[in-house]
């Protein structure tokens, strides 16, 4: 899958016309063409001077690899949901949670408070879906077992007498 | 703020004359045995539209007691929501919500259920979100998304329902074939699942209780969560055996799943949303034991206590400082001693204590159960769900009113708003009534059902020893159970549904969904549709512009082209 992405992104035509590839900002409704990353730094200059750019100390700072997806050199932040971010810090920005100058992460958008969280929960994904999928089995397997076998609580019980057009269920007769 | 101030009364006032109108003439039509068709056409020659409308015993008592619930619920609303800036829009949300309902309730065919099914859907959504906050936000998309499932199946249904021939459900001919008809119950019974919360879409009912107190008792106790029942009695002739096994399984599944959930919950609101489920399960129940009757007389009778719950609920919040979880209550029968009654008499119905308006429906459901021959599996489960709602329901009014004071408890306010305490106590005295009124005039013919005794005894048997253990049990400690078990885990966490259909999905479809903006909306549409739309009409201009430089030697040789060309065509 990586291999393919790669091949169709390294793809001439989008390569030499220069599209802009960073474009999740847009999503925040205002892009400029300065904030569009450098190029992939190769050399210790040039990620030194891309992590003074983003505000990040040089052994801080990580570029995405070079595998086609288009990141330059911006910097690949730890993702950290809006949520498990301090609500009580007094943040710039406070509905982002956010200093003024501070790197987004290329997915922030995807993350925010009334969004996607990447908490670590108390249990893992697997474990969750195992149980919840463990005990229902367990009741269908159950009662699959029972209606295969006919295991039924038999006892004896006389259909109701409904009214219907032309059926007698009582005469009324006296006594001899 | 509310421009008029006596505009709560005029709505609640005039919801209540409807009220009494639609229960007239449906007590006009029972004892006609009769029902009303209403159709109106438009238009003409080969562009016919027709509206049509049905009015018999079911549509007219479903609509007397929502209109009633909805009535008592605005005359509350003018004081829980007076206070509130936005007053006028959360009143014309109620009543739009009150207006898809209705729709709903008298639509003889499925085109005009959507309306009303949509409806209710997206104006929920709006209600869930009225408190602006990420909690709300976050608790209406997952409301509206999981509602949004079933909109997309009764939208499907009504292109298989071209199949059958008729979109009435009233002029049913079962014309189609059996793939067909598989197909179409199983469409509708996903869409009364999603709208019922029924599980795997259980998630949304408690997040839901995000909203006003007054929405939840209107919307989340007896409407809206009750038209996927509403739909599947209409529909009834779908349901097949399969659907039915299916149906009884997954309601089982659900009072089971709600029932031990409610034990470990805290929340107040929370706790009565999944006693809601429950009852929904138990309704889903009767409808796969093909008591559409029972399962009609159950709907009706739980709306008018579980709406009677919700209010008293509103009653506690209000006066305990807006706090929900019930471990800061306690001992509140001393400051509100008239709620404490009403609320404990709507869970003696839901528990099914005999002689309430719960006990006719609900031990009804359980007799005609025991009365045919069913898996060992589904009776027992049927006692222990039960015996489960007796549970967290004694749990509820302990800790509620009986135990040790909590902090709300010594920062609370006494009952002293009539407005809140009016809708109460007509509720309650609404409720009490319902049951035996409402099972003489459900039933045409009295149900005589003649069981061994001990399966006759069976539902009381198993609600007073729930009385005797929750209480013997609650004497030691909140619930007696340590809040580190498998058990207290997996039940706290709902089963871990609300994660596995909110992040589970989410992030199992989060990773493709990256790769495709990378690869077309970041790619090959920004190329084609982005760099292209703004490079070609600037090559379209330059050669335009061409065109337009007044080069003589460009215009003679267009004429000359166009003089070849006509010589062509004379030749």
């Not at chain 1, 956010?98 to 474990?127: C, I, K, V």
């Not at chain 2, 809040?483 to 596995?500: I, V």
């Not at chain 2, 493709?512 to 690869?519: E, G």
Request: contains cysteine.
């Amino acid at each position: 899958m990586a291999a393919l992405v790669k091949k169709a992104l390294f793809h001439p035509v989008l390569r030499n016309n220069g599209v802009a590839r960073l474009q999740f900002v847009r999503l925040a409704g205002y892009w400029n063409k300065d904030w569009k990353p450098g190029p992939y730094p190769k050399t210790d200059a040039e990620r030194i001077a891309a992590a003074k750019k983003y505000g990040l100390l040089p052994q801080d700072y990580e570029p995405y690899p070079d595998d086609g997806f288009g990141y330059g050199d911006y910097p690949k932040l730890p993702l950290v949901s809006a949520d498990m971010k301090d609500p009580l810090y007094n943040w710039d920005y406070p509905e982002m949670k956010r200093n003024f100058g501070e790197p987004l992460h290329t997915q922030y958008d995807a993350y925010t408070e009334e969004r996607m969280s990447n908490a670590r929960t108390q249990h893992s994904p697997m474990y969750m879906l195992g149980c919840f999928l463990g005990v229902m089995g367990a009741f269908l397997a159950v009662h699959i077992l029972i209606e295969y076998n006919h295991w039924y609580l038999e006892h004896p019980w006389t259909p109701p007498q409904r009214p219907k057009e032309g059926k007698i269920h009582y005469t009324y007769e006296p006594l001899d | 703020m509310i421009v008029d101030k006596f505009l709560y009364q005029k709505i609640s006032f005039a919801l209540m004359n409807v009220m009494v109108l639609v229960g007239v003439s449906g007590l006009m039509f029972l004892s006609l045995d009769s029902s009303i068709f209403i159709e109106w056409s438009f238009g003409g020659g080969s562009i016919n539209f027709s509206l049509t409308l049905l009015m018999d015993w079911v549509s007219c008592s479903f609509l007397t007691v929502v209109l009633c619930i909805s009535s008592n619920v605005v005359w509350y609303s003018k004081s829980y929501m007076g206070g509130d800036g936005d007053a006028n829009r959360f009143i014309l949300l109620v009543l739009g919500f009150v207006v898809s309902m209705v729709i709903l309730i008298i639509s003889p065919n499925i085109f005009s259920i959507l309306l009303g099914w949509d409806g209710l859907g997206l104006i929920s959504y709006c209600l869930v979100i009225y408190y602006p906050s990420k909690k709300s936000n976050s608790a209406g998309m997952i409301t509206v998304l999981s509602n949004r499932v079933g909109d997309v199946c009764v939208l499907l249904s009504i292109a298989w329902f071209v199949v059958l021939g008729d979109f009435n459900f009233s002029t049913w001919s079962l014309g189609g074939d059996l793939t067909s008809l598989m197909i179409l119950s199983f469409l509708v019974m996903v869409a009364a699942l999603t709208k019922s919360a029924q599980i795997p879409f259980s998630a949304w009912l408690p997040a839901a209780m995000a909203a006003p107190t007054p929405v939840s008792a209107l919307v989340h106790s007896s409407t809206l969560v009750t038209a996927g029942v509403y739909l599947l009695i209409r529909f009834s002739f779908l349901l097949g055996e399969l659907g039915s096994s299916v149906l009884m399984f997954i309601s089982m599944m659900t009072m089971f799943m709600s029932g031990v959930v409610a034990i470990f919950e805290c929340d107040l609101k929370k706790i009565i949303a999944l006693s809601t489920l429950s009852q929904l399960g138990m309704m889903m129940f009767a409808i796969s034991l093909g008591l559409y009757q029972v399962a009609f007389f159950h709907l009706l009778s739980h709306a008018l206590f579980k709406a009677l719950l919700f209010l008293c609920a509103g009653v506690l919040i209000h006066g305990v400082g807006s706090t929900q979880d019930v471990r800061y209550f306690g001992g509140l029968v001393k400051n509100f001693p008239l709620v404490s009654v009403c609320m404990n008499l709507a869970n003696f119905s839901l528990c099914g204590i005999p002689f309430m308006s719960g006990f006719y429906s609900k031990d009804l459901i359980v007799e005609l159960a025991c009365q045919d021959s069913w898996g060992m599996s589904i009776l027992f489960l049927m006692f222990v769900c039960l015996g489960l709602t007796v549970l967290y329901s004694v749990r509820l009014s302990f800790l509620a009113f009986i135990s040790t004071p909590g902090y709300g408890s010594f920062c609370s306010v006494c009952e002293q708003d009539f407005t809140l305490l009016g809708p109460v106590a007509t509720l309650t005295f609404i409720s009490l009534l319902s049951g035996p009124s409402l099972s003489l005039l459900s039933f045409s013919y009295p149900v005589l059902i003649f069981l061994p005794w001990v399966m006759k005894m069976g539902a009381l048997a198993v609600i007073s020893a729930s009385v005797v253990l929750s209480v013997s049990v609650l004497g030691i400690t909140s619930m007696g159970l340590s809040s580190s078990t498998f058990l207290s885990t997996f039940s706290g966490f709902m089963w871990f549904m609300p994660w596995l259909s909110g992040q589970g999905v989410l992030m199992s479809s989060m990773k493709k969904a990256d790769s495709i903006l990378k690869i077309l909306d970041q790619g090959w549409l920004e190329f084609y549709l982005g760099k292209v739309t703004e490079s070609s009409p600037s090559k379209f201009n330059t050669i335009s512009l061409g065109f337009q430089r007044n080069a003589l030697k460009l215009h003679f040789s267009i004429f000359l082209v166009w003089l070849l060309m006509i010589l062509i065509y004379l030749i």
